[in-house]
């Protein structure tokens, strides 16, 4: 499984996620949407949606973006 989070620094959403991920023990990119443009290229495209914090998650070929500060801290939690 693989993981990449689409942030940016000043987005109060992404700092709650940002900062649950430093006491977690799971390994996930982050791609800065605002630093990085081909990163919230590939969020639009996938998902048609500029928001962040959004979650990306990867099982091979199968990829699942998942939205919501909170949704994803639960998840990160759950796979720690
Ligand atoms: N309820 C959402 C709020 C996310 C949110 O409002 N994100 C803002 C940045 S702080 C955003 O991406 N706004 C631009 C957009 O939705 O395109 C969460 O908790 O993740």
Known sequence: MQYALY???SCPF??????AM??????VEKRNVM???EFRQQQI?????T??????IKDGDHEEWMFESG???RYLKSVA
């Not at 992404?14 to 900062?19: I, S, T």
């Not at 430093?22 to 390994?27: A, E, F, G």
């Not at 928001?51 to 990306?56: A, H, Y």
Request: charged share 20%; net charge positive.
């Open 22 to 27: 430093q006491s977690l023990n799971v390994n």
């Open 71 to 73: 949704d994803i801290v």
């Open 35 to 37: 630093k990085n443009p």
């Open 51 to 56: 928001t962040v914090p959004c979650l990306l």
């Open 14 to 19: 992404c700092q709650r996620v940002l900062m």
């Open 7 to 9: 942030y940016y620094d």
């Open 45 to 49: 495209d996938a998902t048609k949606r």
